[in-house]
Nanobody, 124 residues
Framework: QVQLVESGGGLVQAGGSLRLSCAAS????????MGWFRQAPGQNRDFVAA????????DYADSVKGRFAISRDNAKNTLYLQMNSLKPEDTALYYC?????????????????WGQGTQVTVSS
């Protein structure tokens, strides 16, 4: 079992930055691939970014590539999402999730463990 708790969301103006954190507890954090997803009202839960447990390889949705950066600190059992150049269309509830193995990792169905989400609102 892995327990995940997100934090760092808030209200920011377009062009601003936020850093989300996801604190993990339970079994060995470094063994898990970690992902960020987001869900706007009435929309599907969409893939944002993922990072492997060991090598730190990353993958990003095209919509955030070059603006967002996923990282992890295995010593602190914490996952991060640095979000820069935020746009109103980035407004959503952001979730972190954990899974074993790397592929596949872009669908919510690939992940076994989820946090409860943190709200990000970007004003224009």
């Amino acid at each position: 079992q892995v327990q995940l708790v997100e934090s760092g969301g808030g209200l920011v103006q377009a062009g601003g930055s936020l850093r989300l954190s996801c604190a993990a507890s339970g079994r060995t954090f470094s063994a898990y691939t970690m992902g960020w997803f987001r869900q706007a009202p009435g929309q599907n839960r969409d893939f944002v970014a993922a990072i492997t447990g060991g090598s730190g390889a990353t993958d990003y949705a095209d919509s955030v590539k070059g603006r967002f950066a996923i990282s992890r600190d295995n010593a602190k059992n914490t996952l991060y999402l640095q979000m820069n150049s935020l746009k109103p269309e980035d407004t959503a509830l952001y979730y972190c999730a954990a899974k074993t193995g790397w592929y596949p990792h872009r669908s919510p169905k690939d992940y076994a463990y989820w946090g409860q989400g943190t709200q990000v609102t970007v004003s224009s």
